[in-house]
């Protein structure tokens, strides 16, 4: 059963294959939120949109920077993606998220084990801890492993038809993010802030 899942019966995917699945599934000018590095590397690689935002230098903020939008935007759904190193360095953020639940938000932790970007070493994720067991314990009910990409496919429709935040585990691989975003962060948050109509464009 899904739900019982943990990480260890899962398909170990690709993050760049994932995040261009996910990013074919949106429709409605949902926001998305990249991560420091691959996450983001590999959201820009998928296909640049309006609504997308690259985060820089800061470990653990997409899902606190996801949270702020979908509270901001309760018409709009977010959707925030991480590292399992990054998510790990800022886990409180589930429980106010299990707290405030805004059903907006959807999260997708790319767990590969590793603080890949900096020398791949060991996370803790990759020996003991469970982040799926971890957000379920904070309360944020829902929160699956995906077995597979078929079935990561069907956790992001059925959390973008949700109405409570969801934590969807994917494993991936340590194959580098493909793209890369420029680093320019007064760009990165004029375009976003225009991509979610809250400022004019020049
Ligand atoms: C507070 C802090 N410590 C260390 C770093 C250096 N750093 C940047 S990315 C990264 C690893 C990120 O790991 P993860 O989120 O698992 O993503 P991956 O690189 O594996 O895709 C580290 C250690 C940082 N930016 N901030």
Redesign the pocket.
Known sequence: MVAAMNARNTKVMN?FDVTSRLVRRLTHEEAVIG?????NFDLWAAGHRPQNFYML????LAFPLALGVALAQPQRRVVAL????????QLGCLTTIATLAPGNLTMVV???G?????G??A?P?AGVADLIAVALGCGISGSAWAADEEDFERLIDQALAASAPRLIGVRVDDKP?VGATRRDPVQIRERFMIGLGVRQGL
């Open positions: 993050r991560g420091i590095g691959n996450t230098g800061s470990m653990g991480e590292g399992d190193g990054s998510l790990l360095m790319m767990d590969n590793s603080y890949q970007i900096t791949g070493q996370t994720a993010g």
